[in-house]
């Protein structure tokens, strides 16, 4: 049995120390990509309820575009991680998403499904 810490983490593994170690890098990855939520709370023109809309909407036009899920998935990591550290004014709430689903785009799918933008 493997046993690795990792900040407040406590990883118990039956496998090898390397997969242990994998596992430790990716909590550490996860840590420090994941976006803090205290910083978003501090938005001058965001509120949480306004989030599920544009998150609607993301999810209309990730449909639109016959995306891949993990798009969507990492668009939302995206915004949320930007708007957690940037001060975004409520007029740019929706382009910070539309380019966080066209970064994600870029990033996972294939040429021929990601948005062009003329």
Same mark, same amino acid.
């Given at each position: 049995?493997?046993?690795?810490?990792?900040?407040?983490?406590?990883?118990?593994?039956?496998?090898?120390?390397?997969?242990?170690?994998?596992? +430790?890098?990716?909590?550490?990855?996860?840590?420090?990509?994941?976006?803090?939520?205290?910083l978003?709370?501090?938005?001058?023109?965001?509120?949480?309820?306004?989030?599920?809309?544009?998150?609607?909407?993301?999810?209309?036009?990730?449909?639109?575009?016959?995306?891949?899920?993990?798009?969507?998935?990492?668009?939302?990591?995206l915004?949320?991680?930007?708007?957690?550290?940037?001060?975004?004014?409520?007029? +740019?709430?929706?382009?910070?998403?539309?380019?966080?689903?066209?970064?994600?785009?870029?990033?996972?799918?294939?040429?021929?499904?990601?948005?062009?933008?003329t």
């Amino acid at each position: 049995m493997t046993h690795v810490h990792h900040g407040e983490y406590f990883i118990e593994s039956d496998e090898p120390l390397s997969t242990a170690r994998s596992l +430790q890098d990716t909590a550490k990855m996860l840590e420090e990509t994941s976006p803090d939520v205290d910083l978003i709370d501090k938005q001058p023109d965001i509120e949480w309820d306004t989030r599920p809309h544009l998150i609607n909407f993301l999810i209309e036009a990730h449909a639109a575009f016959a995306l891949l899920p993990e798009t969507l998935f990492l668009a939302v990591n995206l915004l949320d991680r930007y708007c957690s550290r940037r001060v975004v004014y409520g007029r +740019q709430y929706l382009l910070v998403g539309c380019a966080a689903l066209l970064i994600a785009a870029k990033y996972n799918d294939k040429k021929d499904r990601v948005p062009k933008i003329t």
